[in-house]
C-alpha cells in the first residue's frame, strides 16, 4: 500500500466510531477522505477542521444502487481511489425467534450487500492502477457467536466468508484485503440509539436477559480506544506480511484464540467419523486451490 502519492480513502459511516477514528487519522496526515453517513451534517466538524480534503457524502449503505455514484464522486474530486473502507453498520440483540425477517435482511444489507457494492464499483480503478486495499470492519463476532447476537453476526459471518474469497481474487492485482475484528471500542455502538434490539419474548428473558443487559451496559465503559485501533489498522496496511484477518483489542484475541482451539479439537476428535463418509478406497480430492 505505500505510495508516494497523497492517499484518498472512502469510508463508510465516518461519522462515528472506528470509521471517524480512521477518517481523522488520514486527514490528520495530509490525506484525502470520502465520508459517508446518513446524514451530512454530521461531518461539519471534520468540514471545519480539514477543508476541501474532506468530501462528505450523503449515503446509507443499504442503498446499494448508489454506491456506484460515491466512487464516482470520490474519482471526480479525487482523482484515485486507494482505500475503501466498509464500516457503516449497526449491532442488532434478539434471539433468532425474536428477530423479524425485515430485522435479519437489515443486517445482511448493512454488512454485506452494502460493501459488495461498493467493492465492486471500486474494484476496476484499482485493477486498473494495481494497487490498493480494501478494509471490512468486522468484529470479532464474524467468527464466532453467541445468544442474541445471532442476526449481526450472521451479516458479520457473511462478510468475512466473502471477503477471503475476494482477497484470493484480487491478490494478483495488487490489491490487499483486511478483515478487521474488533471486540468492543469506545464508540456509540451499544449506545441506546444506535444498538437496535428485537421485540423480546419473555420466554427468552432467562436465557438472553444477561446479554441484553450486559450489551447496554457497556456503553461508554469499552476498553478498545478508536484512536489506537485506527492507527494499527494503518500500520498493518502499509506491512508487507500483513494478515488476512486482523483481531482488534485484548477480548477479540482471547475469544477468538479460544474459538480456534475448541474447533480445532472438534475437528480432530470426531476425524475418524468424518472421513469414514466418503467412498472407500478413494484417493485425495484435488483442487486447484
Not at 457503516?88 to 437489515?106: M, N
Not at 445471532?150 to 471477503?163: D, I, M, N, P, V
Not at 494503518?234 to 488476512?244: G, K, N
Amino acid at each position: 500500500m505505500t505510495t508516494n502519492q497523497t492517499k484518498t480513502w472512502i469510508i463508510t459511516g465516518a461519522s462515528s466510531g472506528l470509521g471517524l477514528a480512521l477518517a481523522e487519522a488520514a486527514l490528520a496526515a495530509g490525506e484525502q477522505v470520502v465520508g459517508t453517513a446518513r446524514r451530512a451534517d454530521r461531518f461539519n466538524d471534520l468540514k471545519a477542521r480539514y477543508g476541501d480534503r474532506l468530501l462528505a457524502v450523503e449515503h446509507d449503505v443499504r442503498d446499494t444502487a448508489g454506491a456506484a455514484a460515491v466512487v464516482q464522486q470520490a474519482l471526480e474530486v479525487f482523482g484515485r481511489v486507494d482505500v475503501l473502507v466498509n464500516n457503516a453498520g449497526a449491532g442488532q440483540v434478539g434471539a433468532a425467534e425474536e428477530i423479524t425477517d425485515a430485522e435479519l435482511r437489515s443486517m445482511l444489507e448493512q454488512h454485506l450487500f452494502g460493501p459488495a457494492a461498493y467493492v465492486r464499483a471500486v474494484l476496476p480503478h484499482l485493477r486498473e492502477r494495481r494497487l490498493g486495499a480494501i478494509v471490512q470492519m468486522s468484529s470479532q463476532g464474524g467468527r464466532m457467536s453467541f445468544p442474541a447476537v445471532g442476526s449481526y453476526s450472521a451479516g458479520k459471518f457473511a462478510l468475512e466468508g466473502w471477503s477471503e474469497a475476494l482477497a484470493g481474487e484480487v491478490a494478483p492485482f495488487g490489491i490487499r484485503v483486511l478483515i478487521v475484528e474488533p471486540s468492543r471500542f469506545r464508540t456509540a455502538f451499544n449506545a441506546p440509539d444506535v444498538l437496535q434490539t428485537a421485540q423480546q419474548n419473555s420466554t427468552y428473558d432467562e436465557v438472553i436477559g444477561a446479554v441484553r443487559t450486559n450489551l447496554s451496559e457497556a456503553n461508554g465503559t469499552q476498553e478498545g480506544d478508536p484512536t489506537r485501533a485506527a492507527q494499527i489498522i494503518r500500520q498493518i496496511l502499509d506491512t508487507p506480511e500483513a494478515p488476512l484477518r486482523l483481531p482488534l483489542g485484548a477480548e477479540a484475541v482471547r475469544n477468538l484464540t479460544r474459538t480456534y482451539r475448541t474447533a480445532l479439537a472438534d475437528v480432530e476428535k470426531w476425524a475418524s467419523v468424518s472421513e469414514s463418509a466418503d467412498f472407500p478406497g478413494m484417493a485425495p480430492a484435488v483442487r486447484a486451490f
